[in-house]
Each structure stands twice: as C-alpha cells, then as structure tokens.
Nanobody, 125 residues
Framework: QVQLVESGGGLVPVGDSLRLSCTISGVTFNSSTMGWFRQAPGKDREFIVATAWSGGTDYGDSVKGRFTMSRDEAKNTHYLEMNDLKPDDTAVYYC???????????????????WGQGTQVTVSS
C-alpha cells in the first residue's frame, strides 16, 4: 500500500521561509517520479517541482529560484524548501508519486497515481 504524508505547513509572514516534508511508503525514489503541487482556492492544482525516477528535476516558473526539492532516502522523505514566500504562495500543498517506472511528463497531474492529504501554507502580508 502506498502512502504519502505531508507535514510542515503553517502561517508565515511575507519573505519568510518554510520547509515541507513528505514521508513515503510503498514506493521508492529510484522507481517513482516524486512531485509537489499546490492548489489555491478557486484555482486549478498547480505544478511546483518534481524529480523523475529516471533522473532530472523540473520546477514551475512561479517558484524557480525560491523553492528547492531535496530528499533523504534513509528516511524515505523528500522536502520542499520554500524561501522568500509571497502571498500568492498561499495554498494547500500536496506531494505526489507515480506508479513504478512510469514514463509520463513530470509536470502533468495525470502522471501521479498517489497523493498525500495536503498541508496548508498561508503567507500573510
């Protein structure tokens, strides 16, 4: 059974930093594409960043230079480090994973078969 559990959301002021965590079970980093998305009220789910199981990381234009994805394989956890947060970053953040060895665009929501429950990030101005 595949499970993804996010943590680390909260309320922060503009310009601050926050790190989200996604602990996974049932899939591995070297066989599944792992990504982060976010969804603000009334908007579509937006791609943030993903690392393909075959290698390579891609970032959404709105977060390039501010957000960084990393991982700790020993802890089965990947992280989303968010810096210089802005009010437009306010959203529910989701981590996601694909099924094993799936060839599919990593920025495409349809690539992901498993999703976490989401964690709220609110940036106050």
């Amino acid at each position: 059974q595949v499970q993804l559990v996010e943590s680390g959301g909260g309320l922060v002021p503009v310009g601050d930093s926050l790190r989200l965590s996604c602990t996974i079970s049932g899939v591995t980093f070297n066989s599944s594409t792992m990504g982060w998305f976010r969804q603000a009220p009334g908007k579509d789910r937006e791609f943030i960043v993903a690392t393909a199981w075959s290698g390579g990381t891609d970032y959404g234009d709105s977060v390039k230079g501010r957000f960084t994805m990393s991982r700790d394989e020993a802890k089965n956890t990947h992280y989303l480090e968010m810096n210089d947060l802005k009010p437009d970053d306010t959203a529910v953040y989701y981590c996601a994973a694909s099924s094993r060895f799936k060839w599919s665009p990593i920025a495409d929501r349809q690539t992901y078969d498993y999703w976490g429950q989401g964690t709220q990030v609110t940036v106050s101005s």
